[in-house]
């Protein structure tokens, strides 16, 4: 793999009397001080992020350059965007206020949100505000009135960790019942599913290990996954480690199959088959496999006796017995796009091998989203492999590097919320537009009803919602609703744009931290050194916080007397002395700190590590967590819930909208699948944008004939449009993609052209104006980004600019 050296220094010129003036501020020598921790003047820093380990090389106080980790297998090439993302134009540099919430108060002119009109004021009158209003909202509106469900990707770090600070400013600063978030965007629906199927949550848990995959899987199927692209990033440091056994794989010249609407990175870096599947319809695909394997008598009888409960109910509606309709391969094929003899071909292949069924999560961020991965275990349990070494399935072979084998290292320890107070509530976490709109009244999840609370305040520290929640329109209208809102974030995001007071954070790369590599891998501790000061006036999350504890007059409640470096030490202390007691030594901080990482020894057990292995060598003695002990095919507790959109076995049901679907108003579908050169919306305003745009937008993947029909080539700039709402980007034409299906990235920064006006044209791309609302179910009420038809046309008006990557005016 090539290794990525960045150096841009000669760009962002405008910038750099940000960094010199930083510089300015620093008495250290080029070194870190163990204790003081200042940024270096000159010099080489060892750090790390999402995408990786890296070398910043530092020159007169400025980042000027950034080198992977000479250990990392393979690097991502967005690194070059994480040095550029602390000088981009984008860069939030001062605390902002919108004009009509500082000349009119709170609830000013709601409507005014978005467009752009903020005035620039000191830290003091910021963290005033921000502190009146919390005050204001607790003596008035009372518990749970401020929202910090602040969902998002922010950056690692166990210290700064924007997320858990805010819970903690709430808890233990304002002394209020809070209410914050449960689940994920990432995977809502089978998180919640999951653990009634499997007893766990199965997602972010550890897969049988790649050593053991590449040595035993004789067909690997990657089921609406992209390992290659997504193991870029990992919730904490990337190790990329998977990347070194996708390529073992591959050598052994053994079969792998990829599920997907378009060809992925992993179909092209593996040289796989490429089975082309209609959006949203591979639960019908696999039922159309699973009927292949009960009529032609392949399937393992024992397994489903021993290890499965509720096959039996399941079976009638797998032949019709049910419903008059066999779930044959032909029944299938008609509604998924498959061919049906390829369909029952790859039934018999998965049978007669020993086949790993990966899957990403795209598929159960859909309507329904709780059926896919059901009937992947389903399909899994029937081809009798799970807990064999590289056969069953597997629903984390693309996140995080998930299947690199854990080190026996210690768990790392972190800031925690401070402890809510009785009366917290949380929400599904893609249900927050809902709870704007119904305050007080009742909604399901998993079993139980629960009342929206009624939110006054949101402040949001780590996350973009006015990227990753869908229907953005419906959003701008809810947001209305609050009086106020508070973001911090080092960049001038639309949810930015929405706000009512603006924090600029320092970026992860402007303060000291401490971070585990490798979510599933543990392989290293490393020292997340500061590489330079704050630019303009940002200031790091921590300090923001504990200034507005003291205002609140909780200072010390807040800090437990701990400063910064404090927090990493004693961090870093905890996990010492957890090493010891596994008999692992690991050096002194001060040694620690200064060599940057402590890399971790791997056992040889955990290098075999088979998922299941115990469970099918004993299912008595080691029994799954459901309520049978079983692999539960059919859920009596599911059945209980009595949902009419969550039925107790897998089933193929309708979409909202999909594409032929039956009332299906608009001919395309909308493939909104995570960024190859981004994380979801962070990066979107560096100078990796330079690589991937067209026509300055966004680009939009369109197959030849879709095209060819709407008069569309290369670099032409599209206008995307359904009832929702509507969205410029940029057109590239190829064959990578099936026909009527477009794909447009998560992540694009929304830029109406009339900032702040429902239904507003986007000028760059934002895929979630495109998107609905709503509930995968009510038993996960995940959310169905994936589940999107669409229109397009060459767009032929006056073009609009693109303004969303530069500070707002006084920004
Ligand atoms: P990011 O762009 O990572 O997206 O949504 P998420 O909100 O996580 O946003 C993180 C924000 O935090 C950025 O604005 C960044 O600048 C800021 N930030 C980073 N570090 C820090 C920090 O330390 N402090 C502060 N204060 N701010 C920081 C992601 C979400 O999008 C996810 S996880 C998924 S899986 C969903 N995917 C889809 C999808 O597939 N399809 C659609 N249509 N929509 C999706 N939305 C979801
Ligand atoms: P997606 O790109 O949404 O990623 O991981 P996830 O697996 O959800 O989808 C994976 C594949 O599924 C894509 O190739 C897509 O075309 C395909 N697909 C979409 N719809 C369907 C369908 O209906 N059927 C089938 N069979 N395939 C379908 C997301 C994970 O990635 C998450 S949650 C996060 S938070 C991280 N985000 C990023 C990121 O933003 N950028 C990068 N580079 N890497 C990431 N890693 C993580
Ligand atoms: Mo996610």
Not at 142 to 163: C, D, E, L, Q
Not at 170 to 191: F, K
Not at 208 to 221: C, D, G, K, R
Not at 439 to 450: C, I, L
Request: net charge negative; proline share 6%.
């Amino acid at each position: 793999m090539s290794k990525i050296i960045a150096n841009y220094t000669s760009r962002r010129s405008f910038l750099k009397g940000a960094s010199a003036l930083g510089a300015l501020g620093v008495l250290a020598p080029s070194i870190f001080s163990p204790r003081f921790a200042q940024a270096a003047v000159n010099g080489e820093v060892l750090s790390g992020c999402h995408w990786g380990a890296f070398r910043a090389v530092v020159k007169d106080g400025r980042w000027t350059e950034v080198k992977p980790w000479e250990q990392d297998p393979h690097p991502s090439h967005q690194l070059a965007g994480v040095m550029d993302s602390v000088y981009s134009p984008s860069r939030i540099k001062y605390p902002m206020v919108r004009r009509a919430y500082l000349e009119k108060g709170r609830g000013a002119d709601v409507e005014d949100r978005g467009s752009n009109d903020f005035v620039r004021v000191s830290w003091d009158k910021a963290l005033d505000l921000v502190a009146q209003e919390l005050k204001y909202a607790k003596a008035t509106h009372g518990p749970r009135s401020v929202f910090t469900g602040t969902y998002g990707w922010k950056s690692a770090g166990k210290i700064h960790n924007s997320r858990s600070l805010l819970r903690r400013l709430i808890n233990r600063g304002l002394q209020m019942p809070n209410v914050t978030h449960t689940g994920d965007y990432s995977t809502g629906a089978s998180q919640v599913i999951m653990p009634h199927v499997m007893g766990t949550l199965e997602v972010y848990e550890q897969q049988t290990v790649w050593p053991v995959v590449v040595e035993n899987t004789e067909v690997l199927v990657v089921w609406g996954a992209d390992p290659i692209k997504t193991n870029q990033i990992d919730w904490l440091i990337a190790d990329h480690d998977s990347y070194t056994y996708l390529e073992e794989f591959k050598k052994t010249g053994k079969k792998v199959i990829c599920i997907d609407p378009l060809k992925s990175k992993t179909a092209e870096f593996m040289d796989a088959e490429w089975v082309q599947v209609k959006p949203q319809t591979d639960v019908a695909l696999m039922l159309g496999m699973a009927h292949t394997l009960f009529v032609e008598e392949l399937y393992d009888v024992d397994f489903m006796d021993e290890y499965t409960a509720g096959f039996d109910k399941f079976l009638p509606y797998l032949t019709g017995e049910t419903d008059q309709t066999p779930k044959s391969a032909e029944w299938a094929s008609e509604i998924c796009g498959v061919p049906a003899d390829k369909i029952k071909e790859l039934a018999r292949l998965f049978m007669g091998n020993r086949t790993m069924l990966t899957s990403g999560w795209s598929l159960q961020r859909q309507h329904h989203g709780e059926q896919p991965h059901w009937m992947l275990v389903t399909l899994a349990s029937m081809l009798g492999q799970i807990g064999l070494p590289g056969g069953g399935f597997g629903l984390s072979y693309h996140y995080s590097n998930g299947g690199t084998p854990t080190s026996d290292g210690p768990a790392l320890s972190g800031m925690n919320d401070g402890g809510a107070m009785e009366g917290s509530v949380s929400i599904p976490v893609a249900r927050v537009v809902e709870m704007l709109e119904r305050p007080g009244e009742e909604y399901d999840f998993n079993g139980t009803r629960y009342t929206f609370p009624d939110i006054k305040i949101a402040y949001w520290a780590g996350g973009n919602p006015f990227h990753h929640h869908q229907d953005r329109n419906r959003m701008i209208k809810a947001w209305q609703k609050l009086e106020t809102v508070i973001v911090q974030d080092y960049q001038w995001t639309a949810t930015a744009r929405f706000a009512d007071i603006v924090l600029p954070a320092a970026s992860a790369y402007e303060r000291n931290d401490i971070e585990a590599m490798g979510s599933y891998s543990n392989k290293a501790t490393v020292a997340m050194k500061k590489i330079v000061d704050p630019v303009f006036e940002a200031r790091s999350e921590y300090d923001i916080f504990v200034d507005l504890a003291d205002r609140l007059g909780n200072k010390e409640a807040y800090t437990d007397g701990r400063d910064e470096m404090d927090w990493i030490r004693h961090y870093y202390e905890q996990a010492q002395k957890q090493a010891a007691s596994k008999n692992l030594e690991m050096p002194a901080f001060e040694k620690f700190w200064e060599d940057g990482i402590v890399v971790h020894p791997i056992s040889q057990a955990a290098k075999e590590y088979v998922r299941y292995a115990d469970f099918r060598e004993d299912p008595l003695l080691e029994p799954l967590g459901t309520p049978t002990g079983k692999i539960e095919i059919y859920s009596k507790n599911i059945e209980k819930m009595g949902y009419d959109d969550c039925p107790p076995h897998p089933m193929w049901m309708e979409p909202l909208e999909r594409l032929d679907g039956p009332d299906a108003k608009f001919p395309i579908h909308v493939n909104t699948g995570h960024p190859n050169d981004r994380l979801h919306s962070q990066l979107n305003g560096t100078i990796l944008r330079e690589g991937y745009a067209v026509a300055d937008r966004e680009p939009c993947m369109i197959n030849p004939k879709d095209a060819e029909a709407r008069g569309i080539k290369s670099g032409d700039v599209i206008r995307i449009f359904n009832d929702r709402g509507q969205t410029l980007a940029g057109a590239i034409v190829s064959e990578d993609i099936m026909p009527n299906v477009i794909r447009l990235y998560e992540g694009g920064w929304y830029d109406p052209v009339e900032g702040g006006k429902v239904g507003s044209l986007c000028a760059y791309g934002d895929v979630n104006t495109l998107t609905p609302d709503l509930g995968t179910s009510k038993l996960a009420q995940g959310n169905c980004g994936h589940t999107v038809i669409a229109d397009f046309e060459k767009f032929e008006g006056e073009l609009p600019d693109v303004k969303v990557f530069t500070a707002p005016k006084n920004g």
